[in-house]
């Protein structure tokens, strides 16, 4: 795993970037648990996925699992992304055959048949200012009924947010990850009606 390389978010070092990403890996975990047994066969989103770290976090927890990985694949949150990169990290990883990738904007609809079973996000839809209602309606529009959107991140304005979740969906579970003020790291665990 030497050659994997998640990337650097903006804002922090890669020491804080990896301590980010375990702490997070940690609470997705613990809040993937009750949602699916391990052996499911899922058909998994990673929204915003960036160089693959929620995707290989994914893939450990549900090994018969088929992960998409969408995102713009250009430098803006995580340093060095590229489709070629997060290509390379899940041939390290040894995943690949599980893995593919969708070069996409979120604020568009994903025009596919495809139906996923879960869909997951860290660390995206904050970027967005008001164009994240549209990203969050592409996630619900290609999620099946009942699934689950497990999603990472700082709610700046958390009650619109609430609102538009209340529409699609109930909240499931919510963990506080700490943080400051408005920009307080959240997990929420949203089940699609």
């Avoid at 390389?5 to 613990?30: L, M, V």
């Avoid at 568009?108 to 495809?114: A, E, G, L, W």
């Avoid at 947010?161 to 920009?183: A, H, K, P």
């Amino acid at each position: 795993m030497t050659d994997v390389d998640f990337g650097t978010y903006h804002h922090s070092t890669p020491e804080e970037s990896k301590q980010i990403r375990e702490d997070a890996a940690k609470a997705f975990s613990k809040l993937l648990r009750p949602l699916y047994p391990s052996t499911a066969t899922l058909k998994i989103l990673d929204a915003g996925c960036g160089l693959g770290f929620l995707t290989y976090a994914a893939a450990k927890r549900f090994p018969k699992a088929t992960i998409t990985g969408v995102d713009l694949f250009r430098h803006g949150s995580v340093s060095d992304l590229s489709i070629d990169k997060v290509v390379q990290n899940m041939k390290s990883l040894g995943i690949v055959s599980r893995t593919s990738f969708l070069k996409h904007d979120l604020t568009k609809p994903i025009k596919s048949d495809v139906q996923f079973d879960l869909a997951l996000s860290n660390l995206v839809f904050h970027n967005m200012g008001k164009k994240r209602f549209n990203a969050y309606g592409t996630v619900f529009d290609v999620l099946k009924p009942g699934g689950c959107f497990v999603m990472g991140d700082l709610f700046p304005r958390g009650k619109a947010d609430m609102d538009y979740f209340r529409e699609r969906s109930t909240l499931v579970e919510e963990l506080d990850q700490g943080g400051s003020g408005r920009w307080r790291y959240q997990i929420k665990v949203l089940r699609k009606a």
